[in-house]
T-cell receptor, first 114, second 115 residues
């Protein structure tokens, strides 16, 4: 069985400052890793994913995440945040051998301050 | 349609009532998932369909929960004799292929409140 821990329930940060949202997972098998974002009153949207290969993955809007197998982490980072990044961010894992379901963390609410 | 749609968006039920929540996945998507998201929590898996076959229902919390996808397209999640602990947002997601590596596209959810 897998589990996901997002230790920070809320992260306030000033506009143009860097941010890191932490995600740690537990699994006895290989996993795929995902970050989803939920803007107010909208559904979950995929931000980025790690399937295999390069451990650093990037999104089109400046976020990046690095898969660290030894530390079982998949932290999300952005060097300079915008007001529009205010949202809830969910980390999720799925095992690679066919159960298909996602196991989500409890989410981190990113609040970007002017 | 362009994305996954769910109806109703909001549902208020008295304890003991039956409810039915509908999901319209993206056309042609093979895989369909239901998740339950309690307040302040992440989504939790309920059940998974590949076309019309329900391949995994391990997350359904009790036998009061029932899901179907009879023609491999629209899906309905039914909750019988609702209880207050059933209050949550119910999310539907679809994916174009079977396989965990495929992106799941989520609907806006149905917020169920049981009084």
């Amino acid at each position: 069985a897998q589990s996901v821990t997002q230790l920070d329930s809320q992260v306030p940060v000033f506009e143009e400052a860097p941010v890191e949202l932490r995600c740690n997972y537990s699994s006895s098998v290989s996993v795929y890793l995902f970050w989803y974002v939920q803007y107010p009153n909208q559904g979950l949207q995929l931000l980025l994913k790690y399937l295999s290969g390069s451990t650093l993955v990037e999104s089109i809007n400046g976020f990046e995440a690095e898969f660290n197998k030894s530390q079982t982490s998949f932290h999300l980072r952005k060097p300079s945040v915008h007001i529009s990044d205010t949202a809830e961010y969910f980390c999720a894992v799925s095992d690679t051998s066919g159960t298909y379901k996602y196991i989500f963390g409890t989410g981190t609410r990113l609040k970007v301050l002017a | 349609g362009a994305g996954v749609s769910q109806s109703p968006r909001y549902k208020v039920a008295k304890r003991g009532q039956d409810v039915a929540l509908r999901c319209d996945p993206i056309s042609g998507h093979v895989s369909l998932f239901w998740y339950q998201q309690a307040l302040g929590q992440g989504p939790e898996f309920l059940t998974y369909f590949q076309n019309e076959a329900q391949l995994d229902k391990s997350g359904l919390p009790s036998d009061r929960f029932f899901a179907e996808r009879p023609e491999g397209s629209v899906s309905t999640l039914k909750i019988q004799r609702t209880q207050q602990e059933d209050s949550a947002v119910y999310l539907c997601a679809s994916s174009s292929l079977a396989g965990a590596y495929n992106e799941q596209f989520f609907g806006p959810g149905t917020r169920l409140t049981v009084l």
